[in-house]
């Protein structure tokens, strides 16, 4: 049974890009530890379309935790504990599908994850039962749909489909491994979205992933991939990326808890 209930403060991640989110309302600062650790930066609480948000860096504030360092369970878990129902991942990613280009913004629906090594359940340890989560669907849908009406009423193009293909980074692609992901059905690559979406499922935590092409993937383009070519579909999509959270916060916020 879902828990409809009023709203509830919005998770956001930031990641390359969105190191700190102008148009805060700051209210307050938290340094927190979790069973799992420190997360990424402090839980910076906060006003965004008069909606109650708790942001949080996930490379750190300034910028210095590599994709495969990232604690991603004390992350979910702090947000989580400070009384988060939905949380938005906010990811800059490669661009394998043909509208996919640099600057543009899609929200995806699938996930194939080429990550190892992280830390990527919190069902280990001392355990009375072990379990299995259903991933089937790995986001949230009601929190997609937010989403893309948000972008829809503000005419912002996004993609409203997609297949997110997480790699272990920190280094970027081969063209050959981007011919095979997207063989395997990838739209989309990058090196955040996983096990970010998973350890939200099993926190049963509602999660949508928000992705900023900044690049053509390896071998999509006449040219190799630059930070400079990164920074300017930064600079040229990020806008695109704040004006949706914003208008979105309301709906997100008033989003039910998934059922226990
Ligand atoms: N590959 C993986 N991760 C990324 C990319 C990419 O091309 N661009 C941004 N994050």
Redesign the pocket.
């Known amino acids: 049974m879902s828990t409809a209930s009023a709203s509830a403060p919005v998770g956001i991640i930031g990641g ?1 890009g969105l190191t700190t989110l102008s148009g805060l309302e700051i209210t307050g600062e938290r340094e927190v530890q979790t069973p799992w650790g420190a997360p990424s930066s402090p839980l910076v609480e906060g006003i965004l379309g008069e909606q109650r948000v708790i942001f949080l860096s996930r490379h750190g504030n300034p910028h210095r935790i590599p994709p495969h360092q990232v604690n991603y369970r004390a992350n979910l878990w702090a947000l989580q504990n400070a009384g988060v129902r939905t949380v938005v991942g906010v ?4 661009g394998i599908h043909p509208v996919m280009g640099p600057a543009h913004i899609v929200i995806p629906d699938q996930i194939i994850d080429y990550t190892w090594g992280r830390g990527s359940t919190f069902f280990e340890g001392e355990l009375d039962a072990v379990t299995h989560i259903d991933f089937s669907f790995p986001y949230t849908e009601s929190a997609r749909a937010v989403l893309v009406e948000a972008a829809s009423k503000l005419d912002v193009p996004i993609s409203d489909f997609g297949v997110y293909g997480a ?1 272990q ?1 920190p280094r ?2 081969t063209a050959a491994e981007i011919v095979r992901l997207e063989r395997d059905g990838c739209d989309l ?3 955040t979205g996983m096990p970010e979406a998973s350890l939200a499922a099993e926190l049963k935590l509602n999660y949508v992933c928000l992705g900023l092409v ?2 053509w ?2 071998g999509k383009s006449d040219h190799i ?1 630059t930070m400079e070519e ?1 920074e300017a579909a930064i600079e040229q999509g990020m806008s695109g990326v704040k004006r949706i959270l914003v208008e979105a916060m309301g709906g997100l916020g008033a989003l039910s808890s998934q059922p226990a």
């Open positions: 390359t990811n800059a990613v490669g790699t980074g970027l692609e690559v990058g090196m900044v690049n993937a390896a991939i990164i």
